[in-house]
């Protein structure tokens, strides 16, 4: 909507200098509103390649992304952008559990591996992030964690609770 209103002005104040010059004038005109068309593009560059080139994120959760490793079982999830342009600073988050009182609430999750740190999502990458854990006896419990400015926040879920 802001880009939209900027060309509508700029577009006035174009016609309206190419209007009212000479004919004599009318090269420089052409040149002033060459030099500000560079600089607008040059200044909102980054939103007009929001417009024409977009993320598309998708999240899923599934079987296949629990790994076993170090006596436990893994609970994984994968996020995905399959747009046109890479997502800054991408980061998973909990936003709650509902369904018991907990202490996490608005935590971040980890990218497999155990870095917690944003990252950049290019275009047609994917990324498997760390959900929760548990052993891999039938019927135990679930531990979820999440990260709070570095602290990891750990809840249990009740037996039966998804």
């Not at 802001?2 to 016609?15: D, F, H, K, P, S």
Request: with cysteine; proline share 4%.
């Amino acid at each position: 909507m802001r880009i939209a209103i900027i060309v509508l002005i700029y577009a006035g104040v174009c016609g309206g200098a190419w209007y009212l010059a000479g004919p004599d004038d009318r090269w420089d005109v052409l040149t002033s509103i060459s030099t500000a068309l560079a600089v607008i593009i040059a200044l909102f560059s980054g939103e007009i390649q929001k417009l024409v080139y977009r993320a598309t994120v998708s999240v899923y959760v599934a079987d296949h992304l629990i790994d076993p490793a170090h006596n436990l079982l893994w609970i994984r999830g994968k996020v995905m952008n399959s747009g046109d342009r890479a997502v800054q600073r991408c980061r998973i988050k909990v936003l709650r559990i509902e369904g018991q009182p907990s202490q996490i609430e608005n935590g971040y999750l980890e990218w497999q591996g155990g870095s917690q740190e944003p990252v950049t999502l290019g275009s047609q990458e994917h990324l498997i992030f760390n959900i929760a854990t548990r052993p891999p006896a039938q019927g135990s419990l679930v531990e979820v964690f999440s990260f709070i400015t570095g602290n990891k926040l750990t809840h249990l879920l009740n037996p039966g609770q998804t």
